[in-house]
C-alpha cells in the first residue's frame, strides 16, 4: 500500500514515516507491505499535521536543495 502526502515535504515527519518519495519537492509517501506494521500515534500525527496544513490554505513550500 502507498499512502501519499500530497504536502508532505512540509510536515514534520519525527517518527520517520515516510520513506518513499522522497527526492520531490512537494509530495511524500509511506509504502507498506504485507505484515508490516506503522507506528499509529505516529501515524495519526502525522494525518492530524497533514489535516491541519490542508485547512490552513498554505501552499506547500518546495524545499529546493542545490
Same mark, same amino acid.
Given at each position: !500500500?502507498? &499512502? +501519499?502526502?500530497?504536502? =508532505? ?12 518519495? &522522497?527526492? =520531490?519537492? !512537494? @509530495? @511524500?509517501?509511506?509504502? #507498506?507491505?504485507e =505484515?508490516? #506494521? ?7 500525527? &502525522? !494525518?492530524?499535521?497533514?489535516?491541519e496544513?490542508?485547512?490552513? =490554505? ?5 524545499? @529546493? +536543495? @542545490?
Open positions: !500500500v502507498k &499512502l +501519499t502526502f500530497a504536502k =508532505g515535504a512540509a510536515l514534520k515527519d519525527p517518527a520517520k514515516l515516510f520513506n518513499s518519495s &522522497l527526492d =520531490g519537492n !512537494v @509530495r @511524500r509517501a509511506i509504502d #507498506t507491505g =505484515g508490516e #506494521t506503522i507506528d499509529a500515534k505516529a501515524f495519526k500525527a &502525522l !494525518v492530524r499535521a497533514a489535516i496544513l490542508n485547512a490552513s =490554505g498554505k501552499k506547500a513550500s518546495a524545499k @529546493r +536543495t @542545490r
